[in-house]
């Protein structure tokens, strides 16, 4: 791929090309899904649906491509990836394939990346930048601490390169530039992102954090899981850290040779720096304000704080103290979809303006009278929708398996809400659970363990119907130890959490059996984690699968054998 130059960054000028394409979003549509059709009109997809490069109006299209999920499109996919250079889905062969973090199906899945897909990554962050600047304005000569792990990318049997999304973004030669001319430059130097140890690169990203305090001008993670296990990591070597400025060299634990050189050059011995750190480490209450103090100049933190991140929210926050937090964007492997432009609003209102030149997008209903998906300025405020996707990189009319509230507009393009994944992942019979519905039982159930001053880590689910009836099982890491009868209080919160009528109605006549409480021990989740990174899932892209289903052996193994007490609800009986 050739190094493009990227523009300098001008940010009236990209917030006023946002307004413009937002003010037209309907004929920005109609272009973009013509751009798509006339590029890739080669691809044998395409030609199998009677597509010939003749055909690009919007109801054309939609006449004659069916709506898809990755499984109908895996075949085609599984082609590229055994190195068919033949135009497949695209026009032209793809330069690598993403790997999704595919956590909710337990396994990754294939989609392609390409050179739009890049560049479209390069405009959401400078159109995000430039709106997020105007609020919280950063120095020129900044630099962001971002927690980032480039995964390992390798090459297909057909030779194709193969790594997650983000590991596609940042091997890019264009990210570094595009980074610096948003100001975002990373602490670390490029070895800690590639490092092939992901403990490693985090104790680095930390270190060089510090090192490079005073520049620091945000703190960014993909994820809020991301943010969170960045801080609780840093309570525990804070005193490492201290210790490697103190005396000018690296902890022995760095061994990764280009980690341990590029970080070498990076340290001089600096006690001054040591034991302010360390006093200010001392002076904070339970690590209160952790970030502002690490980081004085810094303006904010940001990350995806919606959806299944929002339990990470309340640590998040209090590790920023009084600093904002600002949700970034929305987006995934198969493309970038929406930007914020509101980075005022807390994570908890946070809301995303599709960018309507990054692909063609439909809304299908969610409600179960209507089947048709509407265009992108024909959704209503107030209803909720699947998100399906046209894109340049071989996605045509793709399910995307998000469910958006539609919250407003901004000129024409809709703002939304990101609600939850469509699938649902606790159901036995009549009883319809979504992840979001387990949030919700969660984070009420929690409210009785923080009473004893105890957070939930994090937290997992199953259907076991392996009993008779079957039951929910949720999983709980908690941050400390407390009494039998405050977890079974838990367990009857979390079986009165649901509030499904299915749910409820089949708890009462007993066609489900009663929740079960796993309480599983400290570090039992860092293993889930771990598993998954040994799958090639990235340390920055990686979301908790928040249901465990039978398929996924080897995580159930883990959390069943790290199980230290259970609990049965006995709030239906
Ligand atoms: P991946 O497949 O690993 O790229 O993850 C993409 C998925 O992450 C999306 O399909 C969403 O379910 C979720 N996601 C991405 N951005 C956001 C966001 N801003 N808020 C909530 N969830 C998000």
Known sequence: MLEKKVETFNMNRVIEDFEEMSRNADQVQIQTLKDILLKNHSAIYLKNFGINGTTTAPEAFK????????????????????????????????????????????????????????????????????????????????????????????????????????????????????????QSLCCSPDEVIFSPDVHQALYCHLLSGILFRDQVQYVFASFAHGLVHAFRTFE???????????????????????VRSAMSKLLRPNPELADMIRTKCLSLSNWYGLIPALFPNAKYVYGIMTGSMEPYVKKLR?????????????????GWIAANVTPRLSPEEATFAVVPNLGYFEFLPVSETEKEPVGLTDVKIGEEYEVVITNYAGLYRYKL??????????????????????????????????????????????????????????????????????????????????????????????????????????????????????????????????HFLGLGSSAGQFKMPRCVKPSNGKVLKILCENAVSRFFSTAFD
Request: aromatic share 8%.
């Open 401 to 530: 398996g998000d469910v958006v509230r539609i919250i407003g507009f901004y000129n024409k393009t809709p703002q939304l809400k990101f609600i939850c994944r469509r699938n649902l992942i606790l159901s036995i019979n009549i009883d319809k659970n979504t992840e979001r519905d387990l949030q919700l039982s969660v984070e009420s159930a929690a409210k009785r363990l923080s009473e004893e001053k105890i957070e939930v880590i994090d937290f997992s689910s199953h259907v076991d119907v392996t009993t008779e009836p079957g039951h929910y099982v949720i999983f709980w890491e908690v941050s400390g130890e407390t009494e039998g009868d405050v977890l079974q209080d838990c367990c009857n919160c979390l079986d009165k959490g649901f509030i499904d009528a299915g749910y409820m109605s089949s708890r009462k006549c007993k066609t489900i059996g009663a929740l079960e409480l796993r309480v599983v021990e400290r570090g039992t989740f860092r293993k889930v984690q771990e």
């Open 318 to 334: 209090h590790y920023a103290g009084e600093l904002p937090l600002v949700s970034h964007d929305y987006g995934s492997s198969e």
């Open 236 to 258: 525990q070597v804070w005193e490492e850290i201290v210790a490697d400025i103190k005396e000018g060299v690296l902890t022995s634990r760095i061994t990764v040779p280009s």
């Open 63 to 182: 006449a004659l491509v069916p709506l898809v999920t990755d499984f109908e499109l895996e075949p085609y996919i599984q082609r590229m990836v055994d190195g068919d250079t033949s135009p497949i889905l695209t026009g032209r062969p793809v330069p690598a394939i993403s790997l999704s973090s595919g956590t909710s199906q337990g396994r990754p899945k294939f989609v392609p990346f390409t050179d739009e897909l890049m560049e479209n990554t390069i405009q959401l962050f400078r159109t995000a930048f430039a709106f997020r600047n105007r609020e919280f304005p950063i120095d020129d000569n900044g630099r962001a601490l971002q927690f980032i792990f480039s995964s390992r990318q390798y090459t297909s049997t057909g030779g194709v390169p193969v790594g997650t999304a983000t590991t596609n973004v940042y091997r890019n030669p264009n990210f570094k530039a595009g980074m610096r001319s948003i």
